[in-house]
């Protein structure tokens, strides 16, 4: 019958479960000292065993730590040595040990998080725009002076910071024009990258100063910086000069920040609810799973850093409404926010289905009722 259908039709659409138990618990923000609040899986409904299977999962799949949090609660956390003799496919030393900056205090290691440091600085954009710093609709020239880039001044002058923080500036990654500014979209670290130096500009700060004083202070992220790539200059040099290094419980606040819309426990790290939506939201019909420097799940396409599309979602595994921080060799930072859930995972590259299969074993924990 029709309620039937209905009902099979509702069922289908849940790709996870909403949780049991625990559903109107506050979230939690974890001290900036002091041991983190941790949640028994049973307790919520979810299965420790098919936990444990993701959890194996993630390290056969070379991760070096992996952070799962419900409602700011660790629901799981594990970490796991990588071997640093390990070569490429090529044969090549390993880049993954070339991104590590040394060990926290509790010997935890701090990984450059690649371009998942763009999401960080998405969020830093929000924060000087609503101190009256910057506006996004300003010409990237007002502050980096004309010829900042190689395009012709026409055209350059037409480049916005929104334009670099949805990849949508019309330059190729040596910021060399290829198409009017908001015309094409393509994923470019070197114009992206400008974002950040608006942002220094603007507040006159250098970008560890600003980034302690707006984000990682009030969020406790004691062991998160900005740290200048060694390997940078003579790899590449369309690549950012600087690299977000973190841990991934660190990463695991930022994740916080964007569950709360915003918010740290009762302080407003950024009162712009509509930039933060904003950021999460499609930003350009080219790439309807981009918004400002975040990856979101909804399709019904995906742009691909050349340009190329890809029909369907992000990860089809995962909800429609998570969004997510990715950056090279696997980088990750989701968040689930009709779930409650925040997921770091760092490491080294994983194999190409690590999403989809992450996703489907994180679904067989939580699931625990029948459909």
């Given amino acids: 019958d029709m309620k039937s259908a209905m009902f099979v039709i509702l069922a289908f659409r849940l790709t996870l479960p909403l949780f049991a138990a625990d559903e109107e618990a506050s979230l939690y923000f974890p001290p900036a000292k002091g041991p983190w609040e941790k949640i028994d899986p049973a307790k919520i409904g979810w299965n420790p065993a098919k936990l ?39 044969g ?43 506006k996004i609709t300003d010409p990237v020239h007002k502050y980096l002076g004309e010829g900042w880039s190689k395009a012709p001044a026409a055209a350059e002058a037409k480049i916005t910071i929104r334009h670099l923080i949805t990849m949508s500036s019309g330059l190729n990654p040596r910021l060399q024009f290829v198409a009017p500014a908001g015309t094409k979209w393509f994923y470019n670290t070197g114009a ?13 700060m250098d970008a560890n100063e600003l980034t302690k004083k707006w984000l990682t202070g009030p969020l406790g992220m004691k062991d998160s910086r900005w740290a200048v790539r060694p390997w940078q200059t003579s790899v590449r040099t369309d690549a950012n000069r600087y690299g977000f290094a973190t841990t991934a419980r660190d990463l695991a606040r930022f994740g916080i920040l964007k569950l709360a819309n915003g918010n740290w426990e009762k302080k407003n790290v950024l009162e712009d ?81 690590f999403n989809t299969e992450f996703f489907k074993r994180l679904r067989a924990a939580s699931n625990q009722r029948k459909k």
């Avoid at 056969?60 to 990588?82: C, F, H, M, T």
């Avoid at 992206?192 to 006159?204: D, E, I, M, P, R």
């Avoid at 090279?328 to 994983?350: A, C, E, F, M």
Wanted: hydrophobic fraction near 35%; glycine fraction near 8%; charge should be positive.
């Fill in 52 to 90: 444990k299977e993701l959890m194996d999962y993630a390290r056969k799949n070379k991760s070096s730590g992996v952070v799962i949090l419900y409602r700011g609660r660790i629901l799981a956390e594990q970490y796991w040595p990588l071997d640093p003799k390990e070569k490429t496919a090529a």
């Fill in 92 to 134: 090549q030393p390993n880049p993954y040990f070339h991104m590590r900056f040394g060990k926290n205090a509790s010997g935890r290691t701090i990984e450059d998080v690649a371009s998942a440091q763009k999401s960080v600085t998405a969020m830093l954009v929000g924060i000087a725009q609503h101190k009256g710093l910057l």
């Fill in 192 to 204: 992206y990258s400008k974002a950040l130096t608006c942002v220094s500009k603007a507040a006159k």
């Fill in 273 to 353: 609810k509509a930039y933060l939506k904003a950021a999460i939201s499609p930003s350009t019909k080219l790439n309807p799973s981009y918004g400002y420097l975040w990856w979101l799940n909804g399709g019904p396409f995906v742009a691909r850093g050349d340009g190329q599309k890809k029909q369907g979602r992000l990860i089809f595994a995962a909800p429609k409404d998570m969004y997510a921080a990715q950056g090279k060799l696997g980088r990750r930072l989701y968040v689930l926010p009709t779930h409650q859930l925040v997921i770091t995972r760092l490491g080294d590259q994983s194999s190409s289905s």
